[in-house]
DNA sequence: CGTTAGCACTCAACGTGATGGAGTGCTAAC
DNA sequence: GTTAGCACTCCATCACGTTGAGTGCTAACG
């Protein structure tokens, strides 16, 4: 793969993602100063698609990029493109405006994302699971039940009713919290350790009131995960020339329909950084024509979640990459601002 | 408008909802036994046309309804449709495998209803504006801040966080939640009225504590009101073939995108029992093309929530309406199963 | 030996015209 | 009032020729 070659690639891919149509040898000598003649580039372009960078439709039709072609593409050749001070100062204008409160953030975060990518975005807002511990909490409800309410660092709060087993006073849920608090503080949720349990097991002491115990942690975890997702732009894609068959559209909006699947999704990026899957790189049936780009954002330290972008293989890569790159940064100082 | 004129209009929208195309006279008489020859039928389509409720593309095309045609049908001549015993079965099967919180229950409520109809589904989340005040309590955060858990009569729960005043104690809030319970206990949290506030404010006693609980109260109810909307069967209209058009699909995504307007749609239709908008009779742009049926349901007699069917102007208003019917009653059943 | 011009060939897209079918509207007969 | 008959309209479809973009190959060029 000369330097030639990989210009000439290069080429193929930014003139395809910006007409959407198959791209000949003219064009790119016209519109690329490359320095050769239309009949070079078509040989080049014929050995490029013998090496399973480019198709073909048929005889006489212009190449595509291939996914293995975006693939070298988006690691090898994507030109690096800051971010417009405008775009910027506009992000900053749109999270002090409309944000106020902190569920909001990941609402707007994926309406700038959609806004200015012009493709799907997708949020996966903070895990509790990732969370650590804070503070564990009863209030009485009647004779039979309590609500629990369950804190974590990163400032969500969650509840749960449950019902205390018989013979329990509310006192009792109160001392079994002071038991809690003392125990868990510090614990991220998922890694809450048979240890842990076993200690606090003991300083509860009664039998009963200790599976009552376990059962309100089992319970307020079992909240805890239930994190949520944020869709943006979904109407964008019909902008895209790819998606003007109205079957693939069904295909994609019933995927975006599995709440479940896009989470677990975007859960398997987690912490990965950065990261681009391509077309047919997608196992999922219904993202085969699409490439997602995934970014996982943090707050001191602490795994938060997933910021995603959905769009045809033929998406600016380049300007969704900047994109993510630095809202992966600016998000956590805006959630920070809602923290206590 | 006489009697075989009305026959004629309803085998015609019937037939239009089936088939998606214009009707003409000769299917009408070949598929309905109406004992006329097309001719006859020909004649009562022009006079149907001249009163409005037909409609009609170029001569020597079908017919189609109007919305004042739909209109006419869905008011008068409507045949009623009890739903298959096989249907409800699987309604009852699906609430029981797939509900376990009680927020499942409106998700779950939006996928039967997509399901059943092919339509898209609407549900409007019970709103806590609606519902009675039951306790409002308090759990300290910190020295300057607590967490307000507030709760209805319906069961739901919300929190917030509140900022305590200079130099207030968390027993001062403890009072204060006293007081505030007293006097409101039984309220619908949007009738909570000045002479309801004068009367905390006596019982309180202190200034800079009555307005800490007018902060209170306020931002509380301020969190109540964020009604949750489930959307289900986006996918659906795809099928229809009024929506192969990629530009009336866009437009159709674009308003699922903006929440706040589909809530205040269905917020403008409660608590007005079954109530069906047809076509050009919707306001919103982009509905146009569209009908809504929308049904309010209570439990007890209190207005809990909206839940709408939308669909193409040639939706299946017999089933839909069937179908929201039976839902309504049948949802306060379920919900009552999460209620404590 | 790599590069280029030239040329034949391929294929999609487009416009054109012919054809058929569904449906209407009108008129005259029943 | 109802119906049969008929001329007319319009859409959908198909076949057909044309055009233009693009390729692949070959032979000439520096």
Redesign the pocket.
Known sequence: MDE?KQRILQAIVQDYIESA???????IARRHDL?????????E??DL?MLGYLE????????IPSSKGYRFYVDDLLPSKPLDEEEKALIDKWYMERVRRIDEVFQETARIISHVTKNVSLVLAPQMTQAAFRCLQFLPLDDRRAIAVLMTDAGFIENKIVDMPDGAAFEDFQRMALVINGCLAGHTLDAISPAVMKNIREEIGDESLFEAAQEVIHRSLDTGKHERLYLGGTSEILSQPEFHDVEKVKEILLMFEEEQLLKDILHAHLGEGLKVTIGKENEVRGMQDCSLMTATYHLDGELLGTIAVLGPTRMEYGKAMTLLNYMNGHLADVVKKFRW
Do not use: D, L, Q
């Open positions: 030639r149509e198959p791209v000949g040898s003219r064009t320095g050769v003649s239309p009949a070079t580039i078509r040989n372009m014929a698609e073909h439709i048929h005889t006489s039709s212009g190449r």
